[in-house]
């Protein structure tokens, strides 16, 4: 079964929109990290924000984090074409694996 | 470029086989993790490997199994495949024992007929 689930599965946004998904988990973690897949290719790590930790920004990414809710949201602002690929949270539950949750697929319309 | 390796970049066999999939990590990562991403299945943990010992197991099927080698690189064997078995396999690599930035190879897939 999956830690982490992402909410809306599916996203589409006109380009200079911005972009919120959200995800929900189920166990105490040490951290949640952001990921984004271009179709059929391998993840690529965009952000990682730890327990202790409420909001973290990366460029026009913003990371919140909010554990009594067990729950993070990634907004990207001012939306690029660029920015059409899937988005997945994953979270490090101190069992040395990550675990991955189902992923929101984001599309930018020109 | 992550500068995790894995080949092949596919793969297609029939039901029954065995197939090894490969995975170079990136240069100094010790640890190797193995996912395998299904349109129904969401990309599932497999199994974790530091620097030679096995750290960690996900659903893994019996039919399933991996090891790392002193160089580091590691092999996920995959027998008597099934139409399931059909996914991307995906290689990552980080430097530490803890689930901290995964680096991850662009996946082997795998068809089986």
């Known amino acids: 079964s999956q830690q982490g689930e992402e909410d809306p599965q599916a996203l589409s946004i006109q380009e200079g929109e911005n972009a919120t998904m959200n995800c929900s988990y189920k166990t105490s973690i040490n951290n949640l990290q952001w990921y984004r897949q271009n179709s059929g290719r391998g993840l690529v790590h965009l952000i990682l924000i730890r327990s202790n930790e409420r909001e973290k920004h990366s460029g026009r990414l913003r990371v919140t984090l909010d554990t009594s809710k067990k729950s993070s949201s990634l907004l990207i602002t001012a939306s690029r074409a660029a920015d059409t690929a899937s988005y997945f949270c994953a979270t490090d539950a101190y069992d040395y694996k990550l675990s991955f949750g189902a992923g929101t697929t984001v599309t930018v319309r020109a | 470029d992550s500068g995790v390796t894995q080949t092949p970049k596919h793969l297609i066999t029939a039901t029954g086989q065995r197939v090894t999939l490969r995975c170079s990590p990136r240069s100094g990562d010790l640890s190797v993790y193995w996912y395998q991403q299904s349109l129904d299945q969401g990309l599932q943990f497999l199994i974790q490997y530091y620097n030679g010992e096995e750290r960690a197991k996900g659903n893994i099927l019996e039919r399933f199994s991996a090891q790392q080698f002193p160089d580091l690189h590691s092999e996920l064997n995959l027998s008597s495949l099934e139409l399931g078995d059909s996914a991307l396999y995906f290689c990552?690599?980080?430097?530490?024992?803890?689930?901290?930035?995964?680096?991850f190879g662009e996946g082997s897939r795998l068809t089986v007929l």
């Open positions: 990552a690599s980080s430097g530490g024992g803890s689930a901290g930035e995964l680096f």
